[in-house]
């Protein structure tokens, strides 16, 4: 069965430091995954997208993710944490077809001035 | 390029009542899915409709239905509310019903069951 595993509940971070957001999938078939971002009271926005090529893709706000198919991971990075990062954040897998887009339970980021 | 709008933001209803919500997607995107958040449960799938279809369905009651329209503009309809129902409500749009493509998500509808 097709799931997505988030295993960090929340995490904290000091402003400048660098963060790391693990995300694990399970695919039948080729995954297309994303990350989204929601900021307090708002939807989720689309940081950034992997369907082929390079296992590396950059999003917006200066966020990296890194697809590894052999460990069925998906993280996602950045170099430098600014306060205004912190929010939750949304691992997801979909695929070619009609099933629908599969969501992690999310990790919700805390900055420390 | 407009974003997917939600209405009515907020919502407070009484225990035993009926609600109903609306998205409007991106223009030119003819899937809708609908999605119920809270605290406890996090982001669950209720449905999702492609050209006035539906086309996927979670695992919630029959309280809980949708329909699309043929402009793609989508209402979500919950009858009977318990307080359970309490929740921010997602709608997000995206150009086909295929998974490989990125949805793009309303502010929400804050529903607030008494």
């Known amino acids: 069965a097709q799931s997505v595993t988030q295993p960090d509940i929340h995490i904290t971070v000091s402003e400048g430091a660098s963060l790391e957001l693990r995300c694990n999938y399970s695919?039948?078939?080729?995954?297309?995954l994303f990350w989204y971002v929601q900021s307090p009271g708002q939807g989720l926005q689309l940081l950034l997208k992997?369907?082929?090529?390079?296992?590396l893709v950059q999003g917006i706000k200066g966020f990296e993710a890194e697809f590894k198919r052999s460990q069925s991971s998906f993280n996602l990075r950045k170099p430098s944490v600014h306060w205004s990062d912190a929010a939750e954040y949304f691992c997801?897998?979909?695929?070619?077809?009609?099933?629908?887009?599969?969501f992690g339970a999310g990790t919700r980021l805390f900055v420390k001035a | 390029k407009a974003g997917v709008t939600q209405t009515p933001r907020y919502l407070i209803k009484t225990r035993g009542q009926q609600v109903t919500l609306s998205c409007s997607p991106i223009?030119?995107?003819?899937?809708v899915s609908w999605y119920q958040q809270t605290p406890g449960q996090g982001l669950q799938f209720l449905f999702e409709?492609?050209?006035?279809?539906?086309?996927n369905k979670g695992n919630f009651p029959g309280r809980f239905s949708g329909r699309q329209f043929s402009n793609s503009r989508s209402e979500m309809n919950v009858s009977t509310l318990e307080l359970g129902d309490s929740a921010l409500y997602l709608c997000?749009?995206?150009?086909?019903?295929?998974?490989?493509?990125?949805?793009?998500f309303g502010p929400g509808t804050r529903l607030t069951v008494t």
């Open positions: 409709y492609f050209s006035e279809t539906q086309r």
């Open positions: 992997y369907f082929s090529g390079d296992t």
């Open positions: 695919y039948g078939a080729t995954p297309y």
């Open positions: 997801a897998v979909g695929g070619t077809g009609g099933f629908k887009t599969i």
């Open positions: 997000a749009s995206r150009r086909s019903s295929d998974g490989s493509y990125e949805q793009y």
């Open positions: 223009s030119g995107h003819r899937s």
